[in-house]
């Protein structure tokens, strides 16, 4: 567990305390506090980083322009407003620079990673996860009550009867459970943050903006079939719903 497996595993585990720190440290007052968790976040950021994995990198912007969003929405907004020229100069040099550097080995190799793979010849990490999609889909569609469990994901490589490798996890639960069992799994991911939502605190609000990036991660990748990643957020957001529910009146903890 100590080494996470692999590096898209790696990266996704770190996207919640890379968000939570940032919240610590947008809200902290004291200069050294500051400080130390800035150095956290460099330091977190870092490892992302060198992770390389793409499905990370984005799911920590996401994470993080949340948790800005979450504090500062209303002045972000105002200065969008106001100084929107400047934001779209700065989305364009973006542009500018990617188009300009996406002949270079380095984009070429690290960010659209395009090299072809070992599974599929003359297809790279691009092509194969729309490959994979496909052929998840269609599986949904041939069998909408699912294939059964383990004939999909990484769990079927080692299924004698052969399965379904997608690196869509929400494809992956459709194609072993069918859409009911897909429809099951997102209505529990949606009740588990409607409940979060609920909690006005600084913790539900870290869980909340990880989980979407999570979201954005899980349709790259199997996000949630890592052990450590989906203990990670789990089990903080089973702490978070005992708060939640100590917090309700008698009558409504009884209810539910």
Known sequence: MSTLREPNAL???LILPAAALLAFFLK???SRVRYMFALSLVLHLTAIFLTFSRSAWLGAALALGLVVWWRFGRIVLHWLRRFWPVAAGLVLVILGLAVALRDTAFF??????SEPTE???DLDSNDLHLLLAKEGL???ADKPFGHGPGTAGLVSIRNPEGGQLTENYYIQI??????????VFVALNVLVYIRLRRLNSDFAAVLGVSFWAYVLTNMLLHTWSNEAVAAQWWLLAGMALVVLLRARPAADTDVA
């Open 119 to 121: 599974q599929v010849a």
């Open 174 to 183: 459709g194609y072993e459970v069918g859409v009911i069992g897909l429809a």
């Open 28 to 30: 902290a007052q004291a």
């Open 108 to 113: 070429q190799r690290y960010i659209v990673h």
């Open 11 to 13: 990266g996704a585990y």
């Open 138 to 140: 269609e599986g949904i």
